[in-house]
């Protein structure tokens, strides 16, 4: 089992940055993707970035260049560095991780952190 705790949501105003945290804990050893989704009001759950086991980082278009994520070496902690963040950004964002299991993997989300990016 693994618990994810985000933290650092907020209004920021147009232009403004933020920075999300997510505190992993429990099974943490073999935890393969650690990612950052967000869902606004009324849309689907989109991935905003993901970073493999080997630090691979991949970003979708409307984040690039803006957002990056990290993580610490020991993988019990995520981020997320949003800067020139936009109104359409706003959203729950939420912490992500899988870990292979089997032929399978198990996916683990946190309980979401609001972003708000409003003048």
């Known amino acids: 089992q693994v618990r994810l705790v985000e933290s650092g949501g907020g209004l920021v105003q147009p232009g403004g940055s933020l920075r999300l945290s997510c505190a992993a804990s429990?099974?943490?050893?073999?935890?393969?993707?650690m990612a950052w989704y967000r869902q606004a009001p009324g849309k689907q759950r989109e991935l905003v970035a993901n970073?493999?086991?080997?630090?691979?980082?991949n970003y979708p278009d409307s984040v690039k260049g803006r957002f990056t994520i990290s993580r610490d070496n020991a993988k019990t902690t995520l981020y997320l560095q949003m800067n020139s963040l936009r109104p359409e950004d706003t959203a729950v964002y939420y912490c992500?991780?899988?870990?292979?299991?089997?032929?399978?993997?198990?996916?683990?989300w946190g309980q979401g952190t609001q972003v708000t990016v409003s003048s």
């Open positions: 429990g099974s943490i050893f073999s935890i393969n993707i």
């Open positions: 992500y991780v899988d870990r292979p299991v089997g032929d399978g993997r198990l996916k683990y």
């Open positions: 970073i493999t086991s080997s630090g691979s980082t």
